[in-house]
């Protein structure tokens, strides 16, 4: 293409006009557009390699024979690049904003998405049931165990018996309302049975994408269809009922899974109860701990309440009981009390502490052999030694807050944890 005024091929792309492309010149400035040809004109140029200027089949024989090249390879070559005009000319057609918009593009796009779903739809694979109405009856609840033991989404469900028997009730209103297909057979004897393995049989022909299948019958002759099913290459559960559970054989690996119909739950194997049982007694622990430290908390709540109170008292001053000589019960009472407080002992440093608490620790195992001496039976005897809490006492001596805080900070003793308590020892005997 060349410059109408000024025959220059040196020109640029300068937007469109009326959807056309316009050109501006870059030797003389003119702004043209690209002309229209008709086919035979444009069948008889042939473009040259840079895809500028175009030449004519006479001017490209005399090119040829300058640069002593035979005439069909010449044009060959230049078929070539005008093929890379072509392709870049539909590309730009396909690309516009009307190509875009238009109708034909939508109708492609429609056909395309179409062809593309049936593809999907092939690939998808999944699960059908075929159930004998007469023989089994399936609730919901069974129906969804069945649907958990499959891998692939239950799609399909199809139900066979002669509908028109009394004895069926309103159990097909129940099923088509699930999405059964409902088939009807003739009344007769195995109907049901005969039409499951004459439909079962050509499975793949109407549901090519279907991988397992759900028998649900008990009748013993079912297991041919099994068998044929299985030659298919599909994997086969055969579903029967004994009584209130539901047996569930998996015909490929030989696996059983039971189903309670009354309890609506999987029936565990023995593995799986000893499981649950072991689960529910570490519950149970776990729930008595919890219940122990909690009651601990409220006993050394309440020992810190007490020492509290007992403090309060003894920091009070002394009243002089009046005692009357006609009172000789009360003076009896007193002289008893008097007497008390004069047999205990008094500790008033840490040595002798340590040394009741290790006597107690040594006359403890003969007094009872067969239990341990934690830090709260430890107190208890060194509290009738003296008359006082030992929280007390160790508060008083500047020792810790607790027995148990001194007795950890203590090189002479030794705290073991025993359950939910400590058992005191001797260093020495560790």
């Known amino acids: 293409m060349k410059c109408p005024r000024c025959e220059s091929t040196s020109y640029r792309k300068n937007g469109r006009r009326n959807g056309k492309q316009n050109y501006l010149c870059k030797n003389c400035g003119k702004q043209f557009l690209e002309p229209t040809l008709s086919p035979l004109v444009e069948t008889d140029l042939i473009a040259n390699s840079n895809g500028h200027s175009k030449q004519s089949m006479a001017e490209a024989t005399e090119i040829a024979l300058a640069t002593k090249l035979p005439v069909e390879k010449f044009i060959e070559t230049n078929l070539s690049s005008l093929s890379s005009i072509l392709a870049e000319e539909l590309r730009r057609i396909l690309l516009s904003p009307d190509w875009l918009e238009s109708d034909t593009l939508n109708q492609f796009i429609k056909i ?170 570490r519950n149970e622990q776990n729930s008595i701990n919890a219940k122990l430290q909690s009651l601990a908390t409220i006993a050394n709540l309440f020992e810190e309440r007490r020492n509290l109170n007992t403090n309060i008292h003894q920091n009070r001053p002394e009243i002089e009981e009046v005692i009357y000589p006609k009172d000789e019960l009360s003076a009896q009472s007193i002289n008893v009390k008097q007497e008390q407080k004069e047999n205990f002992v008094q500790i008033g440093d840490r040595q002798t502490l340590d040394k009741f608490l290790l006597k107690i620790i ?39 807050s607790s027995l148990t805080k001194y007795l950890e900070s203590s090189p002479t003793f030794i705290l073991k944890p025993s359950g939910n308590e400590y058992e005191v020892m001797p260093r020495s005997l560790e």
């Open 112 to 281: 395309f998405q179409q062809k593309q779903e049936i593809k999907h739809h092939l690939k998808t694979k999944i699960s059908l049931l075929l159930l004998d109405a007469e023989n089994l009856k399936l609730d919901i609840n069974s129906e969804l165990f069945l649907a958990s033991i499959c891998e692939y989404p239950l799609q399909v469900k199809l139900a066979f018996a002669n509908w028109r028997n009394p004895s069926i009730g309103k159990h097909d209103i129940e099923l088509y309302k699930r999405g059964y297909q409902l088939i009807h057979v003739p009344g007769g004897k195995d109907s049901a049975d005969a039409k499951m393995i004459g439909f079962g049989a050509c499975v793949l022909r109407s549901y090519p994408t279907v991988k397992e299948v759900f028998v649900c019958s008990g009748d013993g002759i079912l297991i041919h269809l099994c068998n044929e099913l299985q030659n298919q290459g599909l994997i086969v559960y055969w579903v029967r009922r004994q009584g209130q559970t539901l047996h569930v054989e998996n015909r490929n690996t030989g696996n059983l899974t039971h189903y309670s119909i009354t309890m609506a739950r999987e029936i565990p194997s023995l593995e799986q109860v000893v499981e649950e049982i072991q689960d529910l007694i």
């Open 362 to 400: 040594r006359d403890f195992p003969i007094n009872s052999p067969k239990t341990k001496l934690s830090v709260s039976k430890l107190g208890t005897e060194i509290q009738k030694i003296t008359g006082e809490s030992p929280t007390s006492i160790v508060k008083k001596l500047k020792l810790g």
